[in-house]
């Protein structure tokens, strides 16, 4: 899978991002949130844009989520329309029980959504599905009691062996393709992080058993990057036909 493509505003031209879904069947794009707050969070015309998400804008006090909020939907149904071929007002945002968002009445795409600080991150495919995650990549992670909630015994041990300068990275890099691969199969948060794991960066990441054996089979693959210097972005996919998603680019697992 290629590295994720950065997109301006919604001025910004979507032909990239079309021609990657078109031939490689997937894309990860993302943007900075601030180019896609709209200037007037209380104008009339926001209500056709966001649809049924407005009445949800409209409970959100005044802060830094609420901009995120607006901008990383309005961000999803700009691509979605993109490629689509369609307008976003034309697009209706949903979610399944797990909050896992996707396009009503459209089975030809399927959506994944993150954001964090000043970042919006969205992965498209036309196959099967997608799930995208990030984080600031220097986010503190290590003494908190992160391992111990989202590692598995081999994870464990992995980190151990990696230079303590990194482990902090390293396990941003594992938190985010669990969050991805949890919000691929729309489980979220719900799904226990020991249950499954990830091997290391310098090689095919692979879905691992907490015994370090291999746990997914080529019908997934799984996907981070170093983006802007300062985010991991992760990004599992599902390919049920297992087609060209399993072609990445040299660089596609480097974080």
């Given at each position: ?9 919604p ?9 990657l ?93 993150s ?5 919006l ?68 948060l ?18 691992l ?47």
């Amino acid at each position: 899978m290629r590295r994720p493509l950065r997109q301006g505003g919604p001025g910004g031209g979507w032909d990239e991002v079309c021609a990657l879904v078109a031939g490689d069947g997937a894309c990860v794009v993302y943007a900075e949130v601030d180019d896609w707050v709209p200037a007037d969070l209380g104008a009339a015309s926001l209500a056709e844009d966001l649809g049924a998400d407005h009445a949800r804008l409209e409970r959100m006090p005044a802060s830094r989520n609420r901009d995120r909020f607006v901008a990383a939907r309005l961000f999803l149904k700009s691509a979605a329309g993109a490629v689509l071929g369609a307008g976003p007002r034309e697009l209706e945002l949903a979610y399944k029980p797990g909050g896992r968002p996707y396009l009503r009445g459209i089975d030809q795409l399927d959506v994944g959504l993150s954001h964090t600080e000043g970042l919006l991150v969205v992965g498209l495919t036309r196959f099967g599905r997608i799930g995208v995650d990030t984080e600031p990549a220097d986010r503190r992670m290590l003494e908190l009691g992160t391992e111990a909630m989202a590692c598995t015994p081999h994870e464990l041990e992995a980190l151990e062996r990696v230079p303590a300068e990194r482990r902090d990275r390293e396990l941003v890099r594992l938190w985010t393709l669990k969050e991805a691969y949890s919000k691929a199969i729309g489980q979220g948060l719900r799904f226990r992080f020991t249950e499954f794991g990830f091997g290391p960066e310098d090689a095919r990441v692979r879905m691992l058993r907490p015994d370090g054996t291999p746990g997914a089979g080529d019908e997934w693959s799984f996907h981070s990057w170093l983006v802007e210097d300062a985010y991991t972005v992760s990004a599992a996919v599902h390919d049920p036909d297992f087609g060209e998603l399993r072609l990445t680019d040299p660089g596609s697992s480097a974080s």
